[in-house]
Nanobody, 121 residues
């Protein structure tokens, strides 16, 4: 089970940190990632990290977001200088097979959280 937390409403320019824990995971967790989905848009990967801490960032968040793998099953997303177009539901996900940081499509990830809402105004 993936449990996300940290989403809330903020003003543009503020910061947030999202957290995700793969509680009770019975599989080995390889890549972990943060995705977001805004109304009417497809779910997109904003950041991902391999088991060896190699990161991936979408161009839209480079320099503003930082993904941190605290331990093998815990993930943070530190978001700075938030913008209104960052508004979305953010999902944590992980993959149970070996992976590379370039595997950022939703189909590569096996387990998903319920999402946490981030609203930037």
């Amino acid at each position: 089970q993936l449990v996300e937390s940290g989403g809330r409403s903020v003003q543009a320019g503020e910061s947030l940190r999202l957290s995700c824990a793969a509680d009770g995971a019975t599989h080995r967790v390889y890549c972990m990632g943060w995705f977001r989905q805004a109304p009417g848009k497809e779910r997109e990967c904003v950041a991902a990290v391999t088991r060896t801490h190699t990161p991936y960032y979408a161009d839209s968040v480079k320099g503003r977001f930082t993904i941190s793998r605290v331990d093998s099953n815990t993930l943070w997303l530190s978001m700075h200088d938030l913008r209104p177009d960052d508004t979305a539901t953010y999902f944590c996900a992980y993959r149970t097979e070996t992976c590379e940081s370039t595997m950022t499509g939703t189909a590569f990830f096996d387990f998903w959280g319920q999402g946490t809402q981030v609203t930037v105004s």
